[in-house]
Nanobody, 113 residues
Framework: VQLMESGGGLVQPGGSLRLSCAAS????????MSWYRQAPGQERELVAS????????NYANSVKGRFTISRDNAKNTVYLQMNSLKPEDTAIYYC???????WGQGTQVTVSS
């Protein structure tokens, strides 16, 4: 099982980023997928989840209305579109696969002017 995140970086407050997570080693379309994040000195927290077929999503209250999780099962990839970014969104973002529990290596998102 392999999950590889990409798309992180440095962005100004109010800006946008799109994270991607490419998955392999399991039947991707059967797996719910989630994005988590971990800020320095804090516990890892759930950001968003999506069902295997993509028809069901849920979000942490802190990102609702700003972030959108989506997936392309033909490409074995899950995305996190992040808009209206705030400094408190700064964290390492991790992809998580539910069917074969596993984590990616994470991608750093820094929101700063």
């Amino acid at each position: 099982v392999q999950l590889m995140e990409s798309g992180g970086g440095l962005v100004q407050p109010g800006g946008s980023l799109r994270l991607s997570c490419a998955a392999s080693g399991f039947t991707f379309s059967r797996s719910a997928m989630s994005w988590y994040r971990q800020a320095p000195g804090q516990e890892r927290e759930l950001v968003a989840s999506i069902s295997g077929g993509g028809g069901s999503t849920n979000y942490a209250n802190s990102v609702k209305g700003r972030f959108t999780i989506s997936r392309d099962n033909a490409k074995n990839t899950v995305y996190l579109q992040m808009n209206s970014l705030k400094p408190e969104d700064t964290a390492i973002y991790y992809c998580y696969g539910h069917l074969r529990p596993s984590w990616g290596q994470g991608t750093q998102v820094t929101v700063s002017s």
